[in-house]
């Protein structure tokens, strides 16, 4: 069944209400119970104290003329509410009785010490009644005097206000109920505003913000959490939009290339060596589309967290070497020599293919964007356990450091030259430095050249 919240609050509230509401009108009538069974035994005992001082004996036989002419009056009357007294002797005979038994007689117990209290059925009505043993001097227990008192008067009280509780437990519930509903009503409405207000938010006003209440409580604090969360939807959906753009803009620069180089081809026949020399062209640019779509299978994998990191020792010079081999020719082609100052000794605990697309996209960055004729240096510092890659390419500003490592950001000066480039590799080095722990900086100043490093002392 779908309640609304509010309803769900206040049958809640009501269920708690009706369990305290149950147990405080238990302690009401209990104590009301004993009070009044302490009542009546007070006066049963106050009765049986006066008998008590009325009885006399002689050895082990009881005198009870003395009790006879005083309590003659009191008890020989038919009275509304009429006291029972009786006396029984030590062998259970009865000694004395009140006119109001009659023919009957209360119960009694074969042998009592101590003063008892309980309650009987006597000629159809419920009296209280008491029992107190006659004691002489020497400690024997010669009879006892039994007492009765109707309970009409209390078993009425008991019974008016059981009534009274039963009638009062269902209305007081009800009143509970539309009282918290209404109090639920009241606390939950600004709960309903935030989520009118959220409602109205799409991706069109996701700049829009949810206006925070008056008072600083969890309402307020879910007001704010609301916002910050709307602050990081709206980067990610900018960001989204930034990243479609520049995909767009990547890959209409070889889908251009291609469809111009096919149209040149088309327009006449021509001789084979130039076929030739334009399909190569093509290939080439074939080639960078496929760059831009394997760098982005990279990310997405990382994204999606389905990459498995298996850290072994790794041979750090190694893998540098590996990478030598298959960028000399690029290197060949702009003079640049790759020196690596790394003892063939020195391990690193990595995972060796994600470890070499690190160091790779960071070699490669180096040698497109280095200064011709310069070398490409790879050191170690043992002590701090850090691997440098430096070049001395140009100067990358202050400002633009903080966004080397954003997708497809490239800097003002790397669009603006011949280096082909998609702004993807150092974002996918950041990203599977970051899996492994291992941390990657970058630093660039005049004189000093741009240095790109990976900490491995974590």
């Not at 950001?409 to 722990?437: C, E, F, P, W």
Request: with cysteine; aromatic share 8%.
């Amino acid at each position: 069944m779908n309640l609304r919240f509010k309803t769900r609050l206040a049958l809640l509230n009501t269920a708690a209400g009706a369990v305290v509401t149950f147990l405080v009108f238990t302690v009401i009538y209990s104590v009301v119970h004993i009070m009044v069974y302490r009542h009546l035994d007070s006066e049963i005992t106050s009765e049986g104290e006066e008998v008590l001082m009325n009885i006399r004996w002689k050895n082990d036989s009881l005198i009870l003329n003395l009790l006879s002419e005083n309590l003659e009056r009191e008890h020989q009357q038919a009275e509304v509410s009429p006291t029972f007294l009786q006396v029984v002797d030590a062998r259970g005979r009865l000694a004395f009785s009140s006119d109001n038994l009659l023919n009957d007689h209360l119960l009694f117990a074969d042998s009592l010490t101590q003063p008892e209290f309980f309650s009987i059925v006597f000629k159809g009505k419920l009296i209280r009644q008491g029992q107190f043993p006659i004691i002489n001097e020497q400690g024997k227990v010669l009879g006892q005097v039994d007492i009765g008192l109707p309970q009409g008067e209390s078993t009425l009280v008991l019974d008016n206000l059981g009534i009274i509780l039963c009638i009062a437990f269902p209305l007081m519930l009800l009143v509970l109920y539309f009282a918290t509903y209404w109090a639920a009503s009241r606390g939950i409405a600004p709960v309903i505003k935030l989520i009118r207000a959220t409602g109205k938010i799409g991706d069109r006003n996701i700049h829009t913000r949810i206006s925070l209440p008056g008072y600083q409580d969890e309402i307020f604090l879910l007001a704010s959490t609301l916002n910050d969360l709307l602050a990081r939807i709206e980067v990610s959906l900018n960001r989204e939009k930034q990243i479609t753009a520049d995909i767009s803009h990547e890959l209409r620069t070889p889908v251009t290339s291609i469809r111009g180089m096919l149209e040149v081809l088309t327009r006449k026949t021509r001789e084979p060596a130039q076929y030739e020399e334009k399909i190569k062209q093509v290939l080439l640019e074939v080639e960078s589309l496929n760059r831009i779509i394997d760098q982005m299978l990279q990310l997405s994998r990382i994204d999606a967290g389905n990459l498995q990191i298996v850290k072994s020792s790794v041979y750090l010079a190694r893998v540098i070497y590996g990478i030598k081999e298959r960028w000399q020719q690029r290197m060949i082609e702009r003079n640049i020599v790759l020196k690596v100052d790394i003892p063939k000794e020195v391990t690193v605990l990595a995972d060796n293919g994600f470890l070499e697309i690190i160091i790779e996209n960071l070699i490669g960055n180096a040698v497109k964007y280095g200064m011709e004729n310069d070398p490409v240096i790879c050191g170690w510092n043992s002590a701090l356990q850090t691997l440098s890659i430096t070049n001395n390419g140009t100067i990358i500003p202050k400002e633009q450091l903080p966004y080397l490592f954003n997708r497809f950001y490239r800097t003002d000066d790397s669009r603006s030259s011949q280096v082909q480039g998609h702004g993807l590799g150092l974002s996918i080095a950041k990203n599977l430095a970051d899996l492994q722990q291992i941390t990657i900086g970058v630093t660039s100043e005049q004189g000093k050249g741009t240095t790109f490093t990976l900490d491995f002392s974590n």
